[in-house]
């Protein structure tokens, strides 16, 4: 459909590439999409360059200039160790980014391969895998991660993979609604008809449609899944010190909240700044990938 | 409706097994023998196969589940390792607490969202909605637990308002209201956020129905358009989603709680973890889950009395 091979009547149909300037221009009309983008290039770009920015590390203690407020040399302070909060910020936008796009990426192959299967096969195995979805979700919030947690331990990849076990029920809910919509088309049944398998008929037929919404939810649930991994470190169950982890940044700053607000402000904002570059830049892409969303 | 009511009631019974499940596999999961968890490091071999007979760990895993769920039945959820005590007591002595915190900051969120999403929809893509999308979205992406922080810093420690942590009391004492304030507004914020958003969108479209146009037509106020017309209308998908949010809090509550030292379940939870207190852990997230799945229950009853054609789909 979208080739730009010649049609019969030799009409050219550069489809492709104007598609995709389509796109672009419609994901940026709105300005909010636009400050999302900043926020997400900006966490991406400070995420590669962590080791120039910061060349010193994210260690580098020196007891002497413990607690300083923000200054020319130390422009957010420095913490409890006497490290620069900056570099630690720098090098914890790695870690934050490595948890947020393994969870969603884990919960994102659960979740969609379950509820393909689910969607597809229909009857049994589809009441199966949704009642398992239902039990998952009968943890509220963060507490199903925590259960994770609680049987495998502190530590950071722990609270990944239970972040990524919270993230499963969404995308199989989301993968099995899409699917059942596509299994009823007349080019489904039609692939059915004239012999294809059902591995065929999902990935060739039913995969590419569904992946639109997919890929939104993925985009959002990053941001998602930087929350609940933060929230799991600021309980002290995340990533273990010296490691700069935002969230246990925040714990580690709590205790000297009155006389030094920075510790645990600085690293704070920097989980917002990026949580809302996600939920801005995610917000665009489903108005611009689903156009029946536009209208409303 | 009562066929509808044993019909859900019914649905919640399959969730609440796995939810047992789950909660009895924790243990089970953890690396290490679950028996030596349960008695302490510092236990002999022998407490340790003491405690491996008394607790049933030497018999096959489905026998063990379901004396797991008969205790449960009964009201027992065995003992914590930490304080000795029984979980049940722990948790009766805290989930009112927890309780407490969560509805307040589902009142608050409730009012701020309504209040916030009916303004944005009736001037829709002006100044007014742009700022209150972004204020939205900022809450939305906000961790509660510094948000809380900030509160705290603000309102206790700069301006001297709030105590900066604690139960000041019973909620009907000045203490006592004034030391839910922060909390309450810490974990409320993101739900007041994803209420508003959908106060708006549920508004907008129910003020381009032509009941409304009629009413307008027929001159009525503006004010009693939105308010009495449209609102009540607009306000059903809301209640579902305030329901789920109950759930949310009741969950979220838990990061919240150790911000402020509130003593709920959160608190319990965490030192269970942090302690590896695996009766107690396994007991708050059975009770939790069991609220939670009950709470949706309500709502799914609640939103098939008010919108019937639900009870028919």
Not at chain 1, 188 to 203: L, Y
């Amino acid at each position: 459909m979208t080739t730009a091979r010649a049609t019969p009547l030799d009409l050219p149909v550069p489809a492709v590439p104007r598609r995709a300037g389509t796109f672009v221009r419609r994901l940026f009309r709105r300005r909010l999409v636009i400050v999302g983008a900043v926020l997400l290039g900006t966490f991406l770009l400070v995420s590669a360059a962590a080791p120039l920015l910061a060349p010193q590390g994210y260690d580098d203690q020196d007891l002497l200039r413990r607690l300083r407020p923000p200054s020319a040399d130390f422009p957010l302070g420095t913490d409890s160790l006497g490290r620069d909060l900056l570099a630690r910020i720098v090098w914890g936008a790695r870690v934050s980014l490595m948890v947020g796009v393994l969870a969603m990426s884990l919960g994102l192959t659960g979740g969609s391969l379950l509820g393909l299967v689910s969607g597809f096969y229909g009857g049994r195995v589809d009441r199966l895998v949704m009642g398992l979805m239902d039990v998952l979700l009968s943890f509220p919030g963060i507490l199903l991660a925590l259960a994770v947690v609680a049987a495998l331990g502190p530590g950071l990849y722990q609270v990944m993979v239970a972040v990524g076990i919270q993230q499963i029920p969404a995308f199989a809910r989301l993968v099995r609604g899409s699917v059942l919509t596509v299994r009823k088309t007349e080019y489904a049944e039609a692939a059915r008809v004239v012999g294809a398998s059902d591995t065929r008929i999902m990935a060739r037929h039913i995969v590419p449609n569904v992946v639109s919404p997919v890929i939104v939810l993925a985009s959002l649930d990053i941001g998602t899944a930087i929350l609940s991994s933060a929230g799991l470190s600021f309980l002290g169950l995340g990533a273990q010190p010296p490691l700069p982890d935002w969230g246990g940044m925040i714990n580690q700053g709590r205790a000297f909240l009155r006389t030094a607000w920075w510790v645990a402000v600085f690293p704070g904002l920097a989980i917002m700044l990026t949580v809302l570059g996600f939920n801005l830049f995610g917000d665009g892409l489903r108005d611009a990938l689903d156009p029946r969303l536009r209208q409303a | 409706m009562w066929q509808y009511i044993v019909r859900k009631a019914f649905a919640a019974i399959p969730v609440l097994l796995g939810a047992s499940l789950l909660a009895f596999l924790i243990l089970q999961l953890a690396p290490g023998d679950p028996a030596r968890l349960v008695a302490g490091e510092q236990a002999s071999e022998d407490d340790v196969e003491l405690i491996r007979q008394r607790l049933g760990l030497d018999r096959p895993l489905h026998i063990q589940y379901l004396r797991f769920l008969q205790s449960v039945a009964a009201g027992d959820l065995g003992r914590s390792i930490r304080t000795g005590r029984a979980v049940r007591d722990e948790i009766t002595a805290r989930f009112p607490y927890t309780m407490e915190l969560a509805i307040a900051s589902l009142l608050l969120s409730v009012t701020l969202g309504v209040i916030a999403g009916v303004l944005a929809a009736v001037r829709p893509n002006t100044v007014y909605d742009y700022g209150a999308t972004l204020i939205a979205l900022t809450g939305i992406s906000t961790p509660t637990f510094w948000l809380g922080l900030l509160l705290m810093l603000l309102f206790a420690y700069y301006l001297g308002w709030l105590p900066a942590s604690g139960r000041g009391g019973p909620l009907w004492t000045v203490a006592g209201l004034a030391s839910i304030i922060m909390p309450a507004i810490a974990l409320g914020t993101p739900s007041a956020a994803i209420i508003s958003r959908l106060t708006r969108s549920s508004l907008l479209e129910v003020l381009r129905q032509d009941y409304v146009r009629t009413a307008r037509s027929k001159g009525l106020a503006e004010r009693v358009v939105v308010l009495h017309h449209s609102l009540r209308n607009a306000l059903i998908p809301v209640i579902t989603v305030v329901g789920l949010r109950l759930g949310a809090l009741l969950g979220g509550a838990v990061i919240t709680e150790q911000v402020f030292s509130w003593p709920g379940m959160g608190t319990l939870i965490v030192t269970a973890i942090s302690s590896r207190d695996y009766p107690t852990v396994q007991g708050a997230m059975l009770v939790v889950a069991t609220v939670f799945v009950l709470v949706n229950l309500a709502v799914d009853l609640i939103y098939a009395a008010v919108d019937p054609r639900i009870r028919y789909e």
